[in-house]
């Protein structure tokens, strides 16, 4: 059996840039979906009955939401408080049931789904790709402002794109420095916000890692 999910709108996506141990089954998904079945069922009132979580990729704006709940102050509070706000997006349960979970469901919850980027992401060692260019293609294509995407092309950012960066990432929370690296990944690529916001979050991490690792080879020369 396989599970769908639909994408958000535009202007889903695009509003929350305004200021204000169960058993698991992986589905034949390439490993993006993971079913929990929840033994006994979990009845929560006035919320139902729930007899499995559904999960699947985080897109980069479930994991902006997150980064969202966490605020201005990372601590292991509000760090758990986002994981459990993520759970609750991605699987569309209630986050007054998610915390009625199992802390091990909880946690294999919390590991599945903010390991697609976690795996994604350069680590500290490693040596940032520096090559002219960089083209991710999209299996599930984006649908965004009545256009589809199925691939990006990256480059190295210019100065002015580098400015865009660092003026929106000023803040120093952990939601700026992602909607930094939101602005950086919209202006190389070209591709509007709502379609940005909508990419796979592993994608996403691919393409922003690629851009800041110019950034990176700059400060290892000497050069800011």
């Known amino acids: 059996m396989t599970h769908h999910h639909t994408q958000p709108s535009d202007e889903e996506v695009l509003a929350v840039m305004i200021t204000t141990e169960d058993d698991a089954e992986p589905e034949d998904d390439d490993g993006r979906t993971l079913i929990i079945d929840l033994d006994p069922p979990l009845e929560v009132p006035k919320s139902g009955r729930f007899e499995e979580l559904c999960l699947h990729e985080p897109s980069v704006f479930q994991v902006l939401c997150a980064a969202k709940a966490m605020g201005r102050t990372l601590t292991p509070e509000s760090v758990y408080n986002s994981q459990i706000g993520l759970v609750a997006r991605v699987s569309g349960v209630p986050e007054r049931v998610v915390i009625e979970l199992r802390s091990t469901v909880l946690d294999r919850a919390v590991g599945f789904v903010t390991g697609f980027e976690e795996e994604n992401r350069r680590k500290p060692d490693d040596e940032p790709d520096t090559s002219p260019s960089l083209t991710l293609l999209f299996p599930d294509p984006i649908e965004a402002t009545n256009r589809t995407f199925v691939d990006m092309t990256l480059r190295e950012p210019t100065v002015r794109e580098r400015r865009i960066m660092k003026a929106a990432e000023a803040k120093g929370t952990p939601e700026a ?45 000497g050069n800011a």
């Open 177 to 221: 420095f992602l909607q930094a690296e939101i602005s950086l990944v919209e202006a190389v690529s070209e591709w509007p916000k709502a379609a940005v916001l909508k990419m796979p979050i592993s994608k996403f991490a691919q393409a922003s890692d690629y851009l800041t690792g110019f950034f990176c080879a700059g400060q290892a020369t």
